[in-house]
């Protein structure tokens, strides 16, 4: 099976690298193209994959094909490439915003089509993705697709009408962490405690916070409250946060963001 990049960034990265890592796949089953020529040198020599002529050169070679590209420029890349597409390739979208049904009729034929939404985590091997298929997608393509997806961290199955909230609450949320771990380091730099150690503290307090939730699989409402002791400090933080709109802000712009997805 060679699985083929069209697209060499970040995404399309982390990806390879899982791939590879994980065993999924071997550097002589990838091929990739990027029309930036540095992006393909680059990615070539850290990850000894072969590199394509162009992108119609990937879509003839490749199994299965992520399409790593950005969703302004998905159109024209999908119809340089439908010519050479094929009817057993498998296509995998992590375009934002691009409904299957989008896609299809961008490639005016029938073609598998998995359309998908990772994270920037999966740059560290921990990344969450929701993914979603056409009618054309068999178990034995959905296990393929998984086994990619899942060596960039978890994957799950989503209805296609949840994914602009798989953005909000996954694709994006990343942003919403860092700020929250800035915002905690630059208090904790006020209170007289060192930038490095300040980003150290708070990034491991997030990180290990999402373990709680995750291994234990206790409500966060119970994680919550475990902290908050009778007249102690964290109430007196959770109070003000609440008197802040905390909860509300983010919520608002989960709200904007899953919008903006709907209609890119």
């Not at 072969?50 to 119809?79: E, F, M, Y």
């Not at 961008?106 to 056409?134: E, I, Q």
């Not at 409250?225 to 109070?239: F, L, N, R, W, Y």
Request: proline share 4%; with cysteine; hydrophobic share 45%.
């Amino acid at each position: 099976m060679t699985i083929g990049f069209i697209g060499l960034g970040n995404m399309a990265q982390a990806i390879i690298g899982g791939i590879l890592g994980k065993g999924v796949a071997s550097e002589g089953t990838v091929i990739g193209y990027d029309s930036a020529p540095a992006a393909r040198n680059m990615v070539a020599e850290k990850y000894g994959i072969a590199i394509a002529d162009d992108n119609q050169d990937v879509t003839r070679r490749a199994d299965i094909v992520i399409l790593a590209v950005k969703p302004q420029v998905i159109q024209g890349v999908i119809k340089e490439i439908a010519p050479a597409a094929s009817e057993d390739t498998l296509f995998i979208s992590i375009a934002p915003g691009k409904s299957i049904e989008w896609l299809a009729e961008s490639f005016g034929k029938k073609v598998k089509l998995v359309r998908c939404m990772p994270n920037t985590p999966a740059l560290v091997g921990a990344g969450m993705t929701g993914y979603c298929t056409n009618d054309e997608v068999t178990d034995e393509d959905k296990k393929a697709a998984l086994d990619i997806l899942g060596s960039i961290g978890k994957a799950e199955e989503v209805p296609e009408h949840l994914m602009a909230a798989v953005t909000s609450v996954s694709g994006s949320s990343p942003a919403y962490v860092f700020i929250l771990i800035e915002a905690m380091a630059d208090q904790a730099v006020a209170d007289g405690m060192s930038r490095a150690q300040a980003y150290e503290f708070a990034a491991q307090a997030v990180y290990g916070s999402a373990k709680m939730v995750l291994d234990t699989g206790r409500h966060p409402a119970e994680l919550k409250d475990m902290v908050c002791s009778p007249a102690g400090t964290t109430i007196e933080a959770v109070k003000e946060l609440e008197r802040s709109g905390f909860r509300a802000a983010i919520q608002d712009a989960m709200e904007a963001c899953t919008d903006r997805a709907k209609n890119i």
